[in-house]
């Protein structure tokens, strides 16, 4: 059979993206094992010397201060973004549109924008002290929020309406239709929306660079600071580390949670 | 439920109304549902029927009008506080949740004991023919099944009335057929006051014991499958269920022994009507093609009406004939008759349409009725 032109085009084309996405990384793990202090490609000699140097207070103290931010800004996002989108599907109340457009504005935003104006905001509010871990939660929460609310509003526009409207009329109150119907079936969103969350902020650095203090800081920080004294191994090891996180935190609550696999499940039974 | 309250109607409707925006969804509406009474809201898509429902519900507020369920009234309850049983139209299963846990539901909200609420499940499920498929998901049960599922969740429950939104209507035919007789059977065993919403015909005319046609928000008919048919208050009666020949007349002379004189565009008839028509009065005639016979020229019956006729076309539909005429004043008209083999009517024959005094109804041209209807 012979192949159009188009396709092995298409085939090369797709080739090349893996190969600039991936390509780099693979690279940064291999470096990573150098046993020189160079980051030599390919490595002179092998050495677990660096992935130790990266489990020193130093290191591990900013990843689990990222790992708790994350969570932190994960379960915030999550607790003002599912009633926000609840609200947004079932009611109709002044200034609605006003609030959709705040919640989803920081979307369009630049995240170092938003670290900008959340830094000077806290310092002419005189909320000098908030920078830190308090500041650092209600950045992350702002910029989560327009993906938390979208994901939600879009696992509730797939119930039926009928099925809440079906309890309703068999005795269930509205917190019960919401306990019973609405959450478990929004809850795929819901957790998508949480992933979301822990992962741009455990990623961020941008607005993290203006409102971190020196006691709180984020991994992605700490490297950005080190990476001003040159590129060692061991920020190659700490990028993989960094990397593996969220890659491992989204493979096991995709099935806890169950984000498409649910959906899979019924189906595969029909 | 009391005692006193059995005498109650199961439900009461009164002037209910629903506008949305400019348009009015339901215009004034008043229905009466006896206990044990199967009703139904008969009309085209559009005419209000799921408004009037969703109001009974409890999942819209009227603009205007009362709601009595059993005597009690419901305007101002939530929906989760009328104790209805409601079955929709797309079923409204729970996606998540199994068979029996689907009709566990409304138990388990009435905080039910364990043993009692597993009891009553196994029992609808049973009665609903399901029994044995308790752990499918709504998605591992067929159309048919989920149907089933939806009214034994909205039966479990006991409720004091059963809706029905067009629940038939995503079946194919043949399902079709068997849930009705299912739901009517079911219906008439449990005794439980029904209204059923459909734009199905045949379904409310086998299924119901009185029919309200609906027509743009309003009820334009109520009365029994028979009433309905025979006895159509107006022209879009007459036409929406079944269809009818309409010939233009006028009262002709005054009422003797029950007999009324007609002057129509297709000849002199004669109608038997317990009530007298208003003098002048610009009436349709409606016919049912299955009464308008055919037969040699003079030789019709004595007391009936017959109309000379030529004959344009013949359609063979098996079991029956339908026969396309041409009236006296060259207006069209349809005559059904049983296909005997032996009938020999070839398009171009002139003949005699004839039909007995019952077997015509007027209908005050511009929509109601003579006042002859009850
Ligand atoms: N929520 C709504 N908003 C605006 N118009 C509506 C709404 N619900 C129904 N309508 C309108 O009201 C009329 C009656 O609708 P409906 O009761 O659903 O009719 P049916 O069930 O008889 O087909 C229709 O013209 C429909 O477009
Ligand atoms: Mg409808």
Redesign the pocket.
Known sequence: MRRPVSYLALLAAVALIYLFMLGPILITAVVSFNRSDRSYFPPRGLSLHWWGAAFTPQWTGAFVFSLELAALSAIATTIAGLPLALAFRSYEFPGKAAIQAMTLGPLVLPSLVTGIALLQFLTLAGLGSWIGLPALLIGHVVICLPFSVRTIAISLASIPVSAELAAASLGASPGAVLREITLPLARSGVGAGMIFAFISSFDDVNLALFVSSPRQTPITVQIMQFLEFGFSPTLAALSILSMLVPLALVALCGRVVGIGGYLQQEQGHA | MPEGRMSEAALELRGLEKR??A?T??AAIDLQVQQGEFVTLL?P????????LNMIAGFITPDAGSIRLGGRAVENLPPHRRDLGIVFQDYALFPHRNAAENVAFGLRMRKLAKTEIAARVADALRMVRLDGLDKRRPLQLSGGQRQRVALARALVIRPALLLLDEPLSNLDLKLREEMRSEISTLQRRLGIATVF?T?DQDEALTMSDRIAV?RQ?RIEQIGTARDIYERPASVFVATFIGSTNLVRAKPAGPPSEGLVPLATAAGPAILRLDRPLAAGADLLLAIRPERLQLTPTGTAPDGSTAWPVRIEGVTYLGGRLEIALRLADGSPATAHAMNLGAMAWQPGHVADAWFRPDDAWPILDGGASDGAAP
């Open positions: 949305f925006g348009q969804a339901v009309g898509s559009g005419c209000g029927k799921t408004t009037t919403v734009h609906m928000g």
